[in-house]
């Protein structure tokens, strides 16, 4: 069961590179997302929307909006279906953005797990 592991360098502006990982190429429910933010991009380009798909098996999309202080993420099969998981993460109002971000979505049996920022758990909002 070989892993499935892919990193897009500046797949849109304001992004370093982005980063998807699949433990289990049979099983597309399982794995992380990584979207790094360059420096100071946070301030110049708000939201920023990552996404990652594999049509019509797979998608997953970020949305990291500073002007609410919330990161929103989605998780699905098909463009055209509603998520099978969504959850909306607090970015602390602390938050460096003159630094570069990385924000990593985990999701476990088609169900989002978590978000990490810099390495730590952001909370649930909704």
Do not use: C
């Not at 849109?12 to 997302?33: A, C, M, Q």
């Not at 798909?53 to 098909?78: C, R, S």
């Not at 109002?93 to 049996?109: A, G, H, L, P, Q």
Request: proline share 9%; charged share 25%; glycine share 6%.
């Amino acid at each position: 069961m070989p892993e499935i592991k892919s990193r897009e360098a500046k797949p849109i502006p304001g992004v370093e590179y982005s980063e998807i990982r699949i433990p289990d190429e049979h099983y597309l429910g399982t794995g992380e997302f990584t979207t790094v933010i360059e420096p100071k991009a946070m301030s110049r380009i708000n939201p920023i929307i990552s996404n990652v798909m594999n049509e019509p098996y797979f998608l997953l999309i970020v949305n990291i909006n500073l002007g609410i202080d919330q990161v929103t993420a989605l998780l699905g099969k098909m463009y055209d279906e509603p998520p099978i998981s969504r959850k909306v993460f607090a970015i602390p109002k602390d938050i460096r953005i003159d630094d570069t971000n990385d924000f990593t979505v985990s999701f476990r049996e088609w169900e989002i797990t978590g978000m990490r920022l810099n390495g730590d758990s952001l909370p649930v909002v909704e």
